[in-house]
């Protein structure tokens, strides 16, 4: 047996939450009473864990390690008085006492990348300018779902520092790929209003999502016509305020960059701010394109069918259970430590849906494998539900290239 097959491999570097859920799955009980009583009992301990009055509350400090291993491997007296104290103190900042770990990356985002883009203007120097940038690429993943989680919930700080909360994207959005507020106006007011319909800017459904000329052009068009086609969407709607500032931060943040560039320092504005904006870009699609590559034909309004979830996978440990995408979509205002407890809640509904949930393959490579056309091998990382429990290895392979399928415009249009 390969030790590494995606239908039996299980991380060992698996977030807590996530060896619960893919435990549950794996050895679900048979008897549908027994299966349901269990799923129940796992939510509540995974709710508990995040509630900060009860004993086995369990904050996220760090996204690399965990706090049971921190209190093993630590020193006593570090965890007692340098960690501890840190956790208290932090717990109060944050917005959710769950959240210590967004402090944790503001100040290391504060005390590293801020000063080495800074650095590169007064004292650039090739080197200098390819390891900022290595590090901003290993940055920008995770700062990329704290701000989605910044966006969604209004925040990731307490109230009384709103000031800070609310100008600190100001100076990390573009450093890290974004542009200001964009991710906002496109994310909140658009992908979540139309959730990867006709109208969704981003939607798949047009393309075909094996396809890499598809692909390519899925991509083109979101880098280089977003700037226009978001500002054009709001003022169609006749949301005349969202397109008038949409553009206004999108072409200030273009202009910005020109002038630091022009008049600055041409070699540190290509690696502090363009080569970051020109990644996230294309970045930002690969990811969309995994997370809704499969859209039922049958029902491609339902977020069930429209989305996928992943456990067993790095986004969840290292970019705030991104895997748990349809439960976003159903909620997305819930709180990012509760989407495993609401998954195994709903595991039951989202077996009647058809749902999809995979394991070992992330969304890049969910992307990479569609476009190989590989179905074998995404079947294999299916954690089959429902139905789909009686498919044969071909059969569940057959059934993801048919929610690959593009829709047709005139379709679409007959069935809304």
């Not at 991710?183 to 658009?190: G, V």
């Not at 086609?229 to 500032?245: H, T």
């Not at 996230?280 to 069918?305: E, K, T």
């Not at 509760?338 to 039951?348: G, S």
Request: overall charge neutral; proline content about 5%.
């Amino acid at each position: 047996m390969d030790p590494m097959d995606p239908t039996t491999y299980t991380d060992p570097q698996l977030t807590l939450q996530d060896r619960l859920v893919i435990d549950a799955l794996i050895n679900e009980p048979a008897s549908i009473s027994e299966a349901k009583t269990s799923h129940e009992k796992l939510s509540q301990k995974l709710y508990d864990m995040n509630d900060v009055s009860h004993s086995t509350f369990d904050p996220t400090v760090f996204q690399l390690w965990d706090n049971s291993l921190l209190h093993e491997k630590l020193p006593a007296p570090v965890h007692r008085y340098v960690l501890q104290p840190y956790m208290k103190w932090a717990q109060g900042v944050v917005r959710f006492p769950t959240d210590v770990v967004m402090l944790t990356h503001l100040i290391l985002y504060f005390t590293t990348l801020v000063p080495s883009g800074i650095y590169l203007f007064y004292n650039f120097s090739w080197w200098r300018g390819v390891l900022h940038w290595a590090m901003q690429l290993f940055y920008c993943g995770a700062f990329t779902l704290m701000k989605h989680q910044h966006i969604h919930m209004g925040g990731v700080l307490a109230p009384q520092y709103w000031i800070f909360d609310t100008l600190f994207p100001y100076v990390l959005d573009p450093l890290l790929g974004h542009t200001w507020n964009s991710y906002f106006y496109h994310h909140i007011k658009h992908h979540h209003v139309e959730g990867n319909g006709a109208q969704d800017l981003s939607t798949t459904m047009f393309y075909d999502r094996d396809s890499v000329a598809d692909f390519a052009c899925y991509v083109g068009r979101f880098f280089f016509f977003i700037w226009a086609e978001l500002p054009r969407y709001f003022w169609s709607k006749g949301q005349k305020k969202y397109a008038c500032k949409v553009a206004f931060w999108e072409l200030s943040n273009y202009l910005f960059i020109y002038l630091l560039y022009n008049y600055v320092n041409a070699r540190a504005t290509l690696f502090v701010y363009i080569l970051p904006l020109t990644v996230m870009r294309i970045g930002l699609m690969v990811g969309n394109w995994g997370q809704h590559a499969f859209v039922d034909p049958a029902d491609p309004d339902s977020d069930y069918l429209s989305s996928i979830t992943l456990i067993d996978v790095p986004s969840n440990r290292f970019s705030f259970n991104d895997g748990y995408h349809t439960s976003h979509h159903l909620n997305p205002r819930r709180h990012w430590r509760d989407h495993p407890a609401a998954f195994i809640k709903q595991k039951d509904r989202y077996a009647e849906e058809r749902a999809l949930v995979f394991r070992n393959v992330d969304y890049i490579f969910i992307t990479v494998n569609l476009l190989r056309k590989n179905y074998i091998h995404l079947a294999k990382c299916l954690i089959p539900i429902g139905d789909q429990v009686n498919m044969t290895l071909e059969e569940r392979a057959e059934m993801l290239r048919t929610r690959t399928r593009r829709f047709r415009h005139a379709d679409v249009k007959k069935s809304s």
